[in-house]
């Protein structure tokens, strides 16, 4: 039994960024109300000075996420469109409450549609990864993959879609693997084993990742990786074994997935990334969203 960590190709020692960049909030504390913000100073003329300005420092403090922290919290492209939606909102919000309730409805209004305009932002942006599962004799981990989509919505707004479901048969499983069920590892990224190019070509479907659960690994290892620019010789797979302890529910799984989406082997030292070898690091530098968001594999 082993507590070794997830496996990727350490000994290549690419590293994805490791450490986030430092904060430019300050920066913008200063800035002239912009955009949509700038515009609703224009309810000045129709509210009142007093609300309007209300309304209108609402959508900057909106706007300002986008230009300041946005960067910081590695949803940009998320934190975008939450930010379209909200201003979108927060303007319609408004003028809603405006006709209704004047302009303490106005300000009201304003507030409610921000949030009502954020959360459409952040559906829209929403985007998914088709994952086809195929499951091992002896493997006992769900299909239904919750806790590892849930980590990769959160850090990326990428929610995994279960593709085509297989159970393999004691004997397919065998002529794959072998026997003893225990899927022989790689020991070097281009160098897939035999029962690894054996597993990794059942199930598939053209431009898809398939995910193999296994019921142990031969080298200790949670779980495995087959990124494009790395294994160019098999199709994008990643192979998990049972159970995620000690790691956080889903992180092994949305981890080797990472490695793919990102087509890069290599680790964070960075303990709160997903792709560190922390237990329960989960989340993802605003360049490493951008390029998971931007995957092939992500639609
Ligand atoms: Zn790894």
């Known amino acids: 039994m082993s507590t ?4 990727g190709p350490e000994r290549e020692g690419t590293s994805s960024s490791g450490t986030r960049p430092a904060t430019g909030a300050a920066a913008c504390r200063t800035a002239a109300p912009a955009g949509l913000a700038g515009k609703l100073l224009s309810l000045q003329r129709t509210h009142g000075n007093r609300y309007a300005r209300q309304v209108a420092g609402k959508l900057e403090a909106v706007e300002e996420k986008t230009r300041g922290d946005g960067k910081l919290d590695s949803k940009i492209d998320t934190r975008e469109a939450e930010v379209a939606g909200g201003v979108v909102g927060g ?6 409450g405006a006709t209704l309730g004047g302009p303490l409805g106005a300000v009201v209004g304003a507030g409610a549609g921000i949030a009502l305009g954020a959360l459409v932002g952040h559906l829209l942006a929403r985007k998914t ?10 493997s006992t981990r769900s299909t239904t993959v919750d806790d590892a989509s849930k980590i990769l919505e959160d850090a990326a707004n990428v929610k995994i879609s279960v593709g085509k479901v297989k159970t393999l048969t004691k004997t397919e499983s065998e002529a794959a693997i072998g026997t ?7 020991a070097a990224p281009g160098s897939p084993t035999a029962e690894e190019v054996a597993l990794t070509a059942i199930n598939r479907t053209p431009n898809t990742l398939t995910a193999y659960f296994v019921k142990a690994m031969s080298a200790g290892s949670h779980g495995e990786s087959f990124w494009p620019s790395g294994f160019p010789t098999v199709p994008a797979s990643v192979a ?3 159970g995620d302890s000690p790691f956080v529910a889903g992180k092994p799984l949305a981890h080797e997935l990472c490695h793919v989406l990102l087509d890069d082997g290599g680790h964070s030292s960075d303990t709160k990334n997903l792709m560190s070898y922390s237990h329960d690091g989960v989340g993802l530098t605003a360049g490493e969203v951008k390029k998971v968001r931007s995957s092939t594999f992500v639609k």
């Open 4 to 7: 070794r960590d997830t496996k």
């Open 91 to 96: 303007v319609i919000g408004s003028a809603i």
């Open 129 to 138: 990864l088709t994952l086809n599962i195929t499951k091992v004799e002896g």
């Open 180 to 186: 003893d069920l225990v899927l022989d590892e790689y």
């Open 240 to 242: 998990i074994k049972n």
